[in-house]
T-cell receptor, first 111, second 115 residues
């Protein structure tokens, strides 16, 4: 079992550009959550997807959007990138109310 | 979700028990206590969770006070690989239907295991 896999591992984008991050959940997991972790801070919840729909959303602007596919994989899209969007983006998968398994994250740098 | 308070840092000698405290005085009846840890440059790792009874697994023990206002995570024999940031999180679980819970991370406790 490969666990939760995220791609790419590192990414550099220019302010104003758009970015797409990808996540494959742990085998059998149907729920995917995304978190943003700024340097020195704990992860902050962005949103959660289940059955291809957004179920919960944290306090993030509409520039942050997502998608879940029928195979439960997910994408996080961020439009009009700001310097402050530079962070580690973490994907977590889970099944029902069980514990969440996190991927290694995608390090996004906006210049 | 209830807020948690943890010390910013702790040291523990290798081989000794590490006891990490967490205060969650506003916890409500349907909220669980979860512990995760994050080793440098890795994603958070689930450790253990509990509602009101003490819990133990292969990684750690969780002791929750009778009034549920605080808890302690115990790593029985700390090793250098246990050096990490430990997060105590309080969250409800939506058992009605599928879907998981939202985890609200604070800044956690940075545990340093000293040789």
């Amino acid at each position: 079992d490969a666990g939760v896999t995220q791609s790419p591992t590192h990414l550099i984008k220019t302010r104003g550009q758009q970015v797409t991050l990808r996540c494959s959940p742990k085998s059998g997991h149907d729920t995917v959550s995304w978190y943003q972790q700024a340097l020195g801070q704990g992860p902050q919840f962005i949103f959660q997807y289940y059955e291809e729909e957004e179920r919960q959303r944290g306090n993030f602007p509409d520039r942050f959007s997502g998608h879940q596919f029928p195979n439960y994989s997910s994408e996080l899209n961020v439009n009009a990138l700001l310097l402050g969007d530079s962070a580690l983006y973490l994907c977590a998968s889970s099944l029902e109310a069980a514990e969440a398994f996190f991927g290694q994250g995608t390090r996004l740098t906006v210049v | 979700d209830a807020k948690t308070t943890q010390p910013p840092s702790m040291d523990c000698a290798e081989g000794r028990a590490a006891n990490l405290p967490c205060n969650h005085s506003t916890i409500s009846g349907n909220e669980y206590v979860y512990w995760y840890r994050q080793i440098h440059s890795q994603g958070p790792q689930y450790i253990i969770h509990g509602l009101k009874n003490n819990e133990t697994n292969e990684m750690a023990s969780l002791i929750i006070t009778e009034d549920r206002k605080s808890s302690t995570l115990i790593l029985p024999h700390a090793t250098l690989r246990d050096t990490a940031v430990y997060y105590c999180i309080v969250s409800s679980t939506p058992y009605s239907g599928a879907g998981s819970y939202q985890l609200t991370f604070g800044k956690g406790t940075k545990l340093s295991v000293i040789p």
